[in-house]
């Protein structure tokens, strides 16, 4: 294969790459902004240092991606200093990106606890004042995983404000508990009928099935949807790494042959303004004598 054309494939696999990259890299630094700011996930009201410190190295991860990109698609221009410089900074990401996801594997176990007392806290605190955020996320989890509680309804006896009914047992619950339930709008709590008076709603049917089980599923999913994505940039991220030294082994062939054309030109250059002169040395006699005799054959005229 000409070195040119080898040059050229190796920019256009390193621009692809380099884009794939730059994509796969912001869904991740995506994913850390999701679990750090958004108030609507379970992720982000989770009291775990741990997580933090993952959604966090995403998110840092999301931005040096974005720089190490913008150095990629100049370094495809042939500069080889950005190239060195794009490789340095992939081997950084890909340990940098190994850390977060080892981390996130090895503290799997203490997240899943702190999802336990985390959901165990919001049962304690729903319908309280200044929790709407917490209480709706209650009720999304209740409804779209058709569950009551964390184990089941009587975790729901731990709740504040249905302990101050002295119930013992959970004929009161939130209206994400049942499968109809009609209830006034500013009320979150209904009850079987028939209704005890107390609660201005009512439902059919609640679940009997807690939501520990889609839980875990639910934060094996993201988990997995994490790694996923994290393992697969390291791939292309090594990917890059093979291809960006290729070509920066081309370019420095390709600068060594310019070398040796200029060099090989000016050695031609030199060889022919040699041979001139020679020449001129070898002509030089013959002019001397031709002109001798002309002068001499000018005089006798």
Same mark, same amino acid.
């Given at each position: 294969?000409?070195?040119?054309?080898?040059?050229?494939?190796?920019?256009?696999?390193?621009?692809?790459?380099?884009?794939?990259?730059?994509?796969?890299?912001?869904?991740?630094?995506?994913?850390?902004?999701?679990?750090?700011?958004?108030?609507?996930?379970?992720?982000?009201?989770?009291?775990?240092?741990?997580?933090?410190?993952?959604?966090?190295?995403?998110?840092?991860?999301?931005?040096?991606?974005?720089?190490?990109?913008?150095?990629?698609?100049?370094?495809?221009?042939?500069?080889?200093?950005?190239?060195?410089?794009?490789?340095?900074?992939?081997?950084?990401?890909?340990?940098?990106?190994?850390?977060?996801?080892?981390?996130?594997?090895?503290?799997?176990?203490?997240?899943?606890?702190?999802?336990?007392?985390?959901?165990?806290?919001?049962?304690?605190?729903?319908?309280?004042?200044?929790?709407?955020?917490?209480?709706?996320?209650?009720?999304?989890?209740?409804?779209?995983?058709?569950?009551?509680?964390?184990?089941?309804?009587?975790?729901?006896?731990?709740?504040?404000?249905?302990?101050?009914?002295?119930?013992?047992?959970?004929?009161?619950?939130?209206?994400?508990?049942?499968?109809?339930?009609? %209830?006034?709008?500013?009320?979150?709590?209904?009850?079987?009928?028939?209704?005890?008076?107390?609660?201005?709603?009512?439902?059919?049917?609640?679940?009997?099935?807690?939501?520990?089980?889609?839980?875990?599923?639910?934060?094996?999913?993201?988990?997995?949807?994490?790694?996923?994505?994290?393992?697969?940039?390291?791939?292309?991220?090594?990917?890059?790494?093979?291809?960006?030294?290729?070509?920066?082994?081309?370019?420095?062939?390709?600068?060594?042959?310019?070398?040796?054309?200029?060099?090989?030109?000016?050695?031609?250059? %030199?060889?022919?303004?040699?041979?001139?002169? %020679?020449?001129?040395?070898?002509?030089?006699?013959?002019?001397?004598?031709?002109?001798?005799?002309?002068?001499?054959?000018?005089?006798?005229?």
């Amino acid at each position: 294969m000409k070195l040119e054309v080898k040059l050229q494939l190796l920019r256009f696999c390193l621009f692809t790459l380099n884009s794939v990259f730059l994509v796969l890299g912001l869904s991740v630094g995506g994913c850390g902004i999701w679990i750090l700011f958004d108030g609507r996930s379970l992720l982000t009201v989770l009291q775990s240092v741990d997580m933090r410190t993952v959604g966090a190295g995403l998110l840092f991860i999301g931005g040096a991606v974005l720089l190490v990109g913008v150095v990629g698609f100049l370094a495809a221009g042939g500069n080889r200093f950005l190239l060195l410089t794009y490789v340095g900074l992939l081997v950084v990401l890909v340990l940098g990106q190994l850390f977060v996801t080892l981390l996130l594997i090895i503290n799997r176990d203490k997240v899943e606890r702190t999802l336990d007392q985390t959901i165990d806290d919001i049962i304690v605190g729903y319908g309280g004042q200044g929790r709407p955020v917490l209480d709706r996320l209650m009720d999304n989890i209740q409804k779209q995983g058709r569950c009551c509680g964390r184990m089941g309804p009587s975790d729901w006896l731990k709740n504040s404000y249905i302990q101050s009914l002295n119930l013992t047992d959970p004929r009161v619950l939130p209206c994400s508990c049942f499968s109809s339930p009609s %209830h006034d709008s500013s009320s979150v709590w209904c009850s079987d009928p028939p209704n005890n008076g107390t609660l201005p709603g009512s439902g059919n049917a609640s679940h009997d099935q807690g939501c520990n089980q889609q839980l875990r599923d639910w934060l094996q999913e993201n988990t997995l949807t994490i790694m996923g994505m994290g393992f697969g940039v390291v791939l292309i991220q090594v990917v890059q790494v093979v291809i960006t030294i290729y070509l920066y082994r081309a370019f420095g062939k390709k600068a060594a042959l310019k070398r040796t054309k200029s060099l090989t030109g000016s050695d031609h250059a %030199h060889q022919d303004h040699a041979q001139q002169d %020679h020449a001129h040395q070898d002509l030089a006699p013959e002019e001397d004598f031709a002109g001798n005799v002309f002068d001499a054959a000018r005089t006798l005229a």
